[in-house]
């Protein structure tokens, strides 16, 4: 079905009035608007004095951090129940979102409040129309698009949303906007000009990578001589910086705030780059150089996640890239790692 | 949905010096904490954070527990400076235990030093409780000196029993010390009893270099790779593979673990250091 953007954004507006059960409404607006420089995102709650961005490319912030925050209560529970929406989340953190299902609900325990948050949002996705120089979801099976994992998707068709449903909670999304604004059916030749769109977008991604491209034996990273990996990581400072903003990393430090009047457990992000990550009381740590952390993080991602989960841990999002203080480029790494790998077999 | 993080307050009512740095907690949880021996819990201290930690005693008893703890760092010297009345926190049971269905009608080898053998006496104790289930047991114990052996009130009682040996030994004797039993590695005793490595179980906490040094001599000596048990311990921080701070390769010790099979890690990476 198709809907007008703008009339789309003014019933967001007015969602409030007409329903309150949903709290919050949070999509992605520019960061910054020096006009020389690629433009940013961030999510931020709606503002209807401002025009948010919800179809140009990732935010600079993983989706993550709305679902399993930098710092977080998780004993005592409170009951948050607070209905919200977030818009403008693409398919590599959609992707990420999937991964962190199967980690922190799938795996014989249930992460608390994870799931609060998980079960509260309704997640409208949006195709990707343009390309951060880092995105590379292609290279790892991944595409510009969403095709599941989302309550609603928004592709744009000239001047109009292309509405697609995607589960239960966004049927009923729908049936209130139709309610409030005119829906239309969509047509043969819209769904062609979306799948026209897709498919450019698709195509510069891989003219964009293909200098990046790498094999897929995953498992034989860790058979790599150990020089190489020092070569690779030498440029690292170990800030965790890649691990923090990576939209699949969810290691977290466990920090004690009771009070006198009752025990309280507050997680935040821990980072395997970090020297005290792994050391254990009495000083030993099984990775005490940089070299095996920078390694380690890979390995995670390519190997020991594929192991946990059936899947890896990179949705090519290019997020660590962009972060990296040293300017190490995590595509390069994954194609030169990946290349000894091969040549080791 | 039971929230993985919840805390279980627990009175400390008795603390043991075993050893120079070495103390035993006794303390009562506010509900039970049913475990199978082998399992970890997390100990925390309000305020300061906590850690994972093997009961050391039986499993037939889950309201009354025994923790035997080392001080070697940030947390473990806060435990150290509780005191009887104190109140901690724990969370768990977590992990894998080890299969004593497997251990019955065998001759049972456990193998331990220093502070590892902390879950090895709450193996040792839960099966005294059933010792008829067993051909045998022996515990081969080792400490760097007399001093530093720890659960000296409780040898003589381990001993009168039929089936079992306890034998100790201490790396040196220092000038001034009493001490009439081995002195030796702990390693060292396997050349000194009758092994019957065929088939049977052999069970391995300590300190890294005694269990790498220790799965070595079981091998050479005919243990199998799968009937070799150790007890990996990693920083085991969240208990149920969240916080992935423990993993080996693709194993956590805290979920697969602590108790794994030679056979099952001996070729990940740096599971000794």
């Known amino acids: ?345 | 949905m039971q929230n993985p993080y919840e805390v279980i307050p627990a009175e400390v009512y008795e603390i043991i010096q075993e050893s120079p740095l070495i103390r035993t907690l006794r303390f009562k949880p506010k509900k039970p904490i049913p475990f199978k021996t082998g399992q970890f819990i997390e100990v925390g201290i309000p305020g300061i954070g906590e850690g994972p930690f093997t009961p050391s005693s039986s499993h037939y008893i889950a309201d009354d527990m025994d923790v035997t703890i080392m001080k070697t760092g940030f947390l473990t010297e806060y435990i150290h400076k509780l005191r009887v009345g104190d109140v901690i926190g724990i969370r768990g049971p977590f992990g894998s235990n080890y299969p004593l269905e497997k251990f019955k009608g065998k001759d049972v080898l456990i193998l331990g030093g220093g502070c590892g053998l902390a879950p090895l006496r709450s193996l040792f104790l839960t099966m005294l409780h059933d010792n008829k289930d067993y051909n045998s047991i022996t515990f081969l114990a080792g400490a760097k000196t007399p001093k530093d052996c720890i659960y000296k009130d409780e040898v003589s009682e381990w001993r009168k029993y039929d089936n079992v040996r306890f034998i100790r030994a201490v790396d040196e004797v220092p000038p001034g010390e009493q001490w009439e039993e081995d002195v030796c590695l702990v390693t060292k005793l396997l050349q000194k009893i009758n092994m019957k490595p065929d088939g049977n179980p052999a069970i391995v906490c300590g300190p890294p270099v005694m269990m790498k040094f220790g799965t070595l001599d079981l091998l050479k000596f005919g243990y199998k790779e799968e009937n070799i048990y150790l007890s990996m311990e990693k920083k085991m921080y969240c208990g149920f593979g969240q916080c992935r701070h423990c993993v080996i390769g693709g194993y956590y010790a805290c979920k697969d673990g602590p108790v794994f099979t030679y056979a099952q890690i001996k070729n990940e990476e740096a599971i000794w250091d």
């Open chain 1, 1 to 345: 079905m198709l809907v007008n953007i703008l009339s789309f954004f003014s019933f967001l507006n007015r969602l409030n009035e007409i329903d309150n059960k949903f709290c919050s409404i949070i999509l992605p607006y520019r960061a910054r608007s020096d006009d020389d420089a690629p433009p940013i995102f961030s999510f931020q709650k709606l503002n209807n004095s401002k025009v948010p961005v919800l179809n140009y490319y990732r935010t600079i912030d993983p989706t993550k951090i709305l679902f399993y925050l930098f710092r977080e209560k998780v004993y005592p529970i409170e009951n948050k129940n607070l209905q919200r929406i977030i818009l403008g989340v693409k398919a590599c953190d959609l992707k990420a979102l999937h991964l962190l299902d199967k980690a922190l609900l799938q795996s014989g325990f249930i992460d608390p409040a994870y799931k609060q948050w998980r079960d509260n949002t309704l997640i409208i996705s949006s195709d990707c129309d343009y390309l951060h120089e880092t995105c590379s979801c292609n290279l790892v099976n991944g595409h510009p698009y969403s095709e599941n994992g989302f309550d609603l998707n928004l592709s744009v068709v000239d001047e109009n949303f292309l509405i697609q449903i995607g589960s239960e909670r966004g049927q009923e999304f729908v049936e209130l906007m139709k309610k409030e604004i005119t829906v239309a059916d969509s047509t043969a030749s819209d769904l062609e000009i979306v799948k026209a769109n897709r498919k450019k977008v698709f195509n510069q991604l891989i003219e964009k990578n293909i200098h990046l491209t790498h094999s897929e034996n995953f498992s034989d990273f860790r058979k790599v001589d150990l020089k190489s990996w020092e070569e690779a990581s030498k440029e690292c400072i170990g800030c965790g910086a890649c691990t923090n903003i990576c939209p699949t990393c969810y290691c977290l430090i466990l920090n004690d705030e009771s009070t006198e009047k009752e025990f309280i457990k507050v997680r935040s992000y821990d980072s395997c780059q970090w020297y005290g990550y792994a050391r254990v009381a009495g000083g030993g740590t099984p990775r005490p150089k940089m070299t095996d952390r920078f390694r380690n993080r890979y390995l995670c991602k390519f190997d020991y996640m594929h192991k946990n989960f059936a899947e890896i841990g990179c949705t090519g999002c290019g997020r660590c890239t962009e972060a990296c203080a040293a300017k190490i480029d995590f595509r390069e790494v994954v194609k030169n790692i990946s290349f000894l790998a091969q040549e080791v077999n």
